[in-house]
């Protein structure tokens, strides 16, 4: 059976755990080899490594560890994708959540929220755009964002503000690289069960989280594999005159 995406190679950061990892298997379902840009190779919420997984699915794949925040290291996880024919799909996904008082706020904290967030981005963008330009090939780069990033939120002042320029990046490499060719486009999820709203900033499944998911219209919390559905269309000719577009996959909290 041919898949979505047979053929094509994917660059995630952040690819190792929550949702990065399920973007990965999804493409790998549909046929794209995969280089795993990470910290660490391990899965932060625990099982098998996102690579072990992909190969078992008969696609190729490979891990680099990666900091985002180093761009020497982002070129090269772009790099490792010419073992597979060159990078067509970069998710700018690795990204960090916190949440603080706006006058405890410090400035070594807000330099690694922008560090991360929104240099890890921007220079994974970069990386990409410029090996698709030198190969003259077409592509699709998607750079995550957030549901912070479309609104502001108390206590989360420098979470938003990193997600709302990664917004704003994604609009303006839509009209730079759009006439390459080149498909730049955000992900602003809302809630996801991962690693990072049940262990770095708890919300679900506290008191006051299962309060907050009454609020939510479909009355649940996001899974990975909520993403990874909206990823994997952008990655795909599904999307091909989708450009410079905010896909937000909140279940109704931000608009309804
Ligand atoms: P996670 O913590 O489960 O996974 C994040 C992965 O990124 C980890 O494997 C981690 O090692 C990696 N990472 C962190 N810093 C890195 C760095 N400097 N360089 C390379 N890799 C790094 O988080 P997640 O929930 O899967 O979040 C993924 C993305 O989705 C983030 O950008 C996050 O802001 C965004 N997001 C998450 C939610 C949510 O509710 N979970 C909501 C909106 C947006």
Not at 44 to 73: F, H, I, K, W
Not at 155 to 174: E, F, H, I, M, N
Not at 202 to 211: A, S
Request: glycine share 14%; net charge negative; charged share 20%.
């Amino acid at each position: 059976m041919s898949g979505m995406l047979d053929g094509k190679t994917a660059v995630i950061t952040g690819g190792a755990s929550g949702i990065g990892r399920q973007i990965g298997r999804r493409y790998a379902e549909e046929g794209a080899n995969l280089v795993v840009a990470d910290l660490q190779n391990e899965p932060r919420e625990g099982g098998t490594p996102l690579v072990e997984e992909a190969e078992s699915m008969g696609v190729s794949a490979t891990y680099v560890e990666c900091d985002v925040t180093n761009t020497a290291q982002l070129q090269a996880a772009v790099d490792a994708a010419d073992e597979f024919g060159g990078v067509d799909v970069m998710v700018n996904n690795a990204g960090i959540f916190r949440g603080k008082e706006f006058t405890a706020v410090e400035e070594s904290e807000f330099d690694q929220m922008m560090d991360v967030n929104v240099k890890g981005v921007f220079f994974g963008a970069q990386a990409a755009a410029k090996k698709l330009l030198e190969d003259g090939r077409e592509g699709s780069i998607i750079n995550m964002s957030s549901v912070a990033g479309l609104t502001g939120s108390a206590q989360y002042t420098t979470y938003c503000a990193s997600k709302g320029a990664v917004r704003l990046l994604s609009y303006s490499l839509a009209s730079e690289l759009g006439p390459e060719g080149i498909r730049v486009n955000a992900i602003h999820p809302g809630l996801i069960e991962t690693e990072m709203t049940t262990e770095d900033v708890p919300i679900i499944g506290t008191e006051g989280g299962d309060q907050y998911k009454q609020s939510i219209p479909l009355g649940r919390w996001g899974e990975p594999a909520d993403v990874a559905d909206g990823a994997l269309f952008l990655a795909s000719d599904l999307s091909s005159y989708v450009n410079g577009e905010s896909l937000v996959i909140d279940g109704g909290m931000t608009y309804a």
